[in-house]
């Protein structure tokens, strides 16, 4: 059975581009939740999607959105890249959300030059 | 807001010792606390779930405790292997959301 697959795996950016994020649940899988890990502030919820729908999102700026597929396959796009964005970001599915627990894909490492 | 600490950030130990390892937080109305472990520069590994309403589990080596109205969870490691070695990471879910809200984490070194 696959995991969860988070594409590229590794990203070099510069200040002020965008860049968009792939995540591929594990199958039959609806919720996809999206995670930022940075040294200094660990792991931050960053939005949750399920059914194509955003469910629930953490306090990021309107820079970082998302969008779910109706595969479940999901995306996550942050625009005008700063430097504070340079960090291991992390996708997570789940069957339907908080009572299933959560299944973490290998990340995709971001860094803003 | 829900806070999650643990304790203690590092720890290290002789091979073959049991262990154990502590996440508190501070708003008992949890849905469900889940444990993972992470290898550096990878993503997260689940160990274990608990539901609020289940107060352990375990999975082979592992178990792990529950106590809501202490608001706080253990995770036993027995006979410790180097391949343990890795950061540890508890999360909450509150009753009503569907993200996890993390702890800073545990290092665990297991010395051959």
């Known amino acids: 059975k696959a995991g969860v697959t988070q594409t590229p795996r590794y990203l070099i950016k510069t200040r002020g581009q965008q860049v968009t994020l792939s995540c591929s649940p594990i199958?039959?899988?609806?919720?996809v939740s999206w995670y930022q890990q940075t040294p200094g502030q660990g792991l931050q919820f960053l939005f949750e999607?399920?059914?194509?729908?955003?469910?629930n999102k953490g306090n990021f700026p309107g820079r970082f959105s998302g969008r779910q597929f109706s595969n479940s396959r999901s995306e996550m796009n942050v625009s005008t890249l700063e430097l504070g964005d340079s960090a291991l970001y992390l996708c997570?599915?789940?069957?339907?959300?908080?009572?299933?627990?959560?299944?973490f894909g290998s990340g995709t490492r971001l860094t803003v030059v | 807001k829900q806070e999650v600490t643990q304790i203690p950030a590092a720890l290290s130990v002789p091979e073959g010792e049991n262990l154990v390892l502590n996440c508190s937080f501070t708003?008992?109305?949890?849905?469900?606390l889940q444990w993972f472990r992470q290898d550096p520069g990878k993503g997260l590994t689940s160990l274990l779930l608990?539901?609020?309403?289940?107060r352990e589990q375990t999975s082979g080596r592992l178990n792990a405790s529950l106590d809501k109205s202490s608001g706080r969870s253990t995770l036993y490691i027995a006979a410790s292997q180097p391949g343990d070695s890795a950061t540890y990471l508890c999360?909450?879910?509150?009753?009503?959301?569907?993200?996890?809200?993390f702890g800073t984490g545990t290092r665990l070194t297991v010395i051959p």
């Open positions: 997570a599915s789940s069957l339907a959300g908080a009572r299933d627990g959560y299944t």
């Open positions: 199958s039959g899988h609806r919720s």
């Open positions: 999607y399920f059914s194509e729908t955003q469910r």
């Open positions: 708003d008992s109305a949890i849905y469900n």
């Open positions: 608990i539901q609020s309403s289940q």
């Open positions: 999360a909450v879910i509150r009753t009503g959301a569907n993200n996890l809200f």
